[in-house]
């Protein structure tokens, strides 16, 4: 939740010498903080459980449990791991400072310190943490966003496209050209919004921890199908499409989304290449890895976009690519399912010199 500017902030002071605690409670709940002291680590994460604080102002040298140790307890737990935490200590070596950002504290102070500067790193980690919930918070409710309009159009829009696709496909307007050409330019745009729509469902689906269906296939069976389905768009661009026998090993993975990555590579290796090329489909094994290719000889990718070609929406931006139709979605969904399944992805590629783009994927 976002504390409003209104509500004190609540801080746990943990220090197990109670003039140490007397004189920060004093000196922070007279400039408007919520104190709450605790004598030992135990007591300190006791506290933290029951009502999570704002802050925490964190000794050291504590006996039983010291510092560090109630550091990493309170970063191993839901409710207080994003509690922010500084060390006060009058241990002053790099060592120490270094340990203490290890076991995930944001901030350290020396003792003796100064009052003014344990105020000003207090409100300064109070107000960073505001900020990255406040991020945190829009950032979610843009996903649920996109999830929900997306989700309430994808119906409509699957009607629409139906209905364009029988009308265009009827012999009623045969002879009225214009209408034929008004519908086309429809069917054009329908589709085209179809695929960004279902596209942006997808990718909401997989980045929200879509469990994997894992089943254990070797690598001529896990290409067949999307090869298989490439093989006469291939032939009506006019681009031969080859495969060079897989070597004889089982990847573990969910063979839908596999296939799905693999039609989308299959997919802009057709769209970008013009007739005549060639696409060939190869895989590897090295290293505990299958290191699968897609290799075209089309119109290639400039070095400046290689880089940015996995984020969602990236098109490159010359006359070449944007003439042909795309989302701009197809290789982050893939980036998205490779990494789920623990794999790489990346291009290799020049303009005007063919792109090569490799998968690899942990060996069962
Ligand atoms: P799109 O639907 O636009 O093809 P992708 O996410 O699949 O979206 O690809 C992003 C961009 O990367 C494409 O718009 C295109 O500019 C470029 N690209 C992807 N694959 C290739 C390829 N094989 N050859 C040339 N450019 C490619």
Redesign the pocket.
């Known amino acids: 939740m976002i504390r409003s500017q209104d509500t004190p902030a609540d801080i746990l002071i943990v220090d197990d010498t109670p003039a140490n605690l007397d004189v920060l409670s004093t000196m922070l709940t007279r400039h408007g903080y919520k104190v709450r002291p605790a004598l030992s680590g135990a007591l300190a994460l006791k506290a933290a459980q029951s009502v999570p604080p704002d802050l925490i102002l964190l000794d050291i040298l504590m006996p039983g449990m010291d510092g560090y140790m109630v550091c990493e307890q309170l970063k191993g737990m839901e409710s207080t791991r994003d509690i922010p935490v500084i060390f006060i200590s009058a241990l002053d070596d790099v060592r120490d400072k270094v340990k203490a950002f290890q076991s995930g504290g944001v901030d350290y102070i020396t003792k003796p310190f100064q009052l003014r500067e344990v105020l000003a790193r207090i409100e300064n980690h109070l107000t960073l943490d505001r900020l990255h919930k406040q991020v945190h918070t829009l950032s979610s409710l843009k996903d649920q966003m996109v999830r929900t309009v997306s989700h309430d159009l994808v119906v409509p829009l699957d009607i629409v496209r139906h209905c364009v696709q029988s009308v265009r496909s009827s012999e009623s307007l045969q002879g009225d050209e214009t209408a034929r050409s008004q519908l086309e330019t429809a069917y054009t745009a329908v589709d085209q919004m179809h695929r960004l729509v279902t596209g942006l469902l997808d990718l909401a689906k997989i980045e929200s921890g879509l469990s994997l269906n894992l089943r254990t296939l070797t690598l001529a069976e896990l290409l067949s199908d999307p090869l298989q389905a490439y093989r006469v768009p291939a032939e009506q661009k006019q681009v031969t499409l080859q495969f060079l026998p897989p070597p004889p090993v089982s990847v573990a993975v969910d063979p839908e989304r596999i296939a799905q990555v693999l039609n989308?590579l299959l997919s802009?290796?057709v769209?970008?290449?013009p007739s005549g090329g060639t696409i060939t489909v190869s895989a590897r094994h090295e290293k505990g890895q299958v290191v699968l290719t897609v290799q075209?000889s089309?119109?290639?990718?400039p070095t400046t976009?290689l880089p940015r070609?996995f984020d969602r929406f990236?098109?490159?931006e010359d006359d070449a690519?944007l003439e042909i139709q795309?989302?701009?979605?197809?290789?982050?969904i893939a980036k998205a399912i490779i990494e789920q399944h623990r794999g790489r992805i990346w291009a290799e590629?020049e303009a005007g010199q063919g792109?090569q783009?490799r998968v690899s994927l942990p060996v069962t």
Do not use: P
């Open positions: 989308n802009n290796a769209k970008y290449t075209d089309g119109i290639g990718i976009d070609i990236h098109r490159v690519h795309g989302t701009g979605l197809g290789l982050s590629s792109t783009i």
